[in-house]
């Protein structure tokens, strides 16, 4: 599927998500000056979990990042609403590559919507699901480890701070050209996966 050819009629998405534990300073930090670190007591308050969803769209080389308080089917399938109305309404197809986490389908979309919209929303989706054990297959897996290195790798203490980060990093990353070249051929999938193929025999 990544070998196809860029079509904004049938935008390729894959998707996927992390938590984010929100842990708040005790004590305010120090900052940083020449010759000195930055400080941080080693204390900390949790305020609770939230959850970062990762909509990377490798052939246009853009991603869309949402935080949300839990991540249930409900959360799941406003998601995809927003890929379907508000960013590509003009897609035929909204071909979504995303692993196989029993909130991430069509009954999602049933239990968060009244039938005729959950059928509507359905209608515009490609799903392609990930195989089982092989989620590093999606890359915005690969996009929710860069996030989680380059801006999630600090004590972040609320929501409001985290959507502030991630927003700040998706503009940052978004503005940049980058290339995206799956380098994983379908001969090598033949191979690494050879027990998802069937066998023919004779």
């Not at 305020?47 to 246009?60: D, K, T």
């Amino acid at each position: 599927m990544y070998t196809r050819p860029y079509d904004p009629k049938r935008p390729q998405v894959c998707m996927d998500e992390t938590p984010k534990q929100l842990v708040g300073e005790t004590r305010v930090p120090v900052p940083g000056a020449p010759g000195r670190v930055a400080r941080h007591d080693y204390e900390y308050v949790r305020n609770g979990v939230a959850n970062v969803w990762m909509f990377f769209e490798p052939l246009a080389g853009q991603r869309r990042v949402k935080v949300t308080e839990r991540r249930t089917r409900i959360d799941w399938a406003a998601g995809v609403r927003e890929l379907v109305d508000e960013v590509y309404p003009q897609a035929e197809k909204i071909v979504l590559v995303l692993d196989q986490l029993n909130t991430h389908g069509p009954a999602s979309l049933y239990e968060a919507f009244p039938p005729a919209e959950a059928k509507r929303i359905a209608d515009k989706l490609e799903i392609h699901h990930t195989p089982k054990h092989g989620s590093w297959l999606n890359m915005a897996e690969i996009e929710l480890a860069a996030m989680s290195r380059q801006c999630l790798g600090r004590r972040l203490g609320d929501p409001v701070e985290l959507q502030r980060e991630v927003a700040a990093w998706e503009r940052d990353r978004n503005a940049r050209t980058v290339k995206t070249t799956w380098r994983f051929t379908t001969a090598d999938a033949r191979i690494k996966l050879h027990k998802l193929y069937p066998s023919l025999d004779g």
